[in-house]
């Protein structure tokens, strides 16, 4: 009895230690949180546009294979990923809606001009409250949604190159 207790506080250090290394891996993508809202229908959506258009809603996402994209003009990681999200809009496949995050309207405005604009349409979410509904932990984040209204495919953080080939492969496939 006197060996059990003696090394139980080892065995539980050893296993404490195993799963901690484990986390740190590398072995888990935080890009890849899981989101409650995978195959379930988009949040709802009511935004002014950035632009004074119309209006940013569900709707919009009705009939076709859709991305939307979470971005601030504050955003560094926004930066980096600006790229792939031209080359999403240059493809055609996808309709890319924009929904601007607790930023400036102005701001966003210069910063779509200076880099460019991807998007078919631009919700400006001043507060962050249509962020809540979708659930989003921070910018940039992308939901990729089906022609029926379903989130099929969410990105954590900024698109990389192997997220645009899984976008572009999910796209084809939600598209046929």
């Not at 590398?26 to 890849?32: A, Q, Y």
């Not at 080939?165 to 084809?172: G, H, S, W």
Request: aromatic share 10%; glycine share 10%; charged share 25%.
């Amino acid at each position: 009895m006197i060996r059990v207790v003696t090394y139980l506080p080892l065995a539980v250090a050893a296993i404490l230690a195993v799963v901690f290394f484990w986390a740190l891996s590398g072995e888990r993508d935080p890009s890849r949180i899981p989101s409650p809202f995978i195959d379930k229908p988009a949040p709802v959506l009511d935004l002014a546009a950035l632009d004074g258009g119309p209006r940013l809603t569900r709707a919009g996402f009705a009939g076709r294979v859709s991305i939307l994209n979470v971005f601030a003009s504050w955003c560094l990681p926004c930066l980096v990923e600006h790229p792939y999200l031209m080359a999403l809009a240059k493809d055609g496949k996808a309709q890319i809606f924009g929904l601007n995050y607790k930023d400036k309207p102005d701001d966003a405005k210069a910063w779509l001009a200076k880099h460019g604009n991807p998007y078919a349409r631009i919700g400006v979410d001043r507060q962050g409250r249509a962020g809540i509904e979708w659930g989003v932990y921070g910018v940039p984040e992308t939901f990729l949604i089906g022609p029926d209204g379903r989130i099929r495919y969410k990105v954590v953080g900024p698109i990389t190159n192997d997220h645009l080939k899984e976008l572009r492969r999910m796209i084809a496939d939600l598209a046929k």
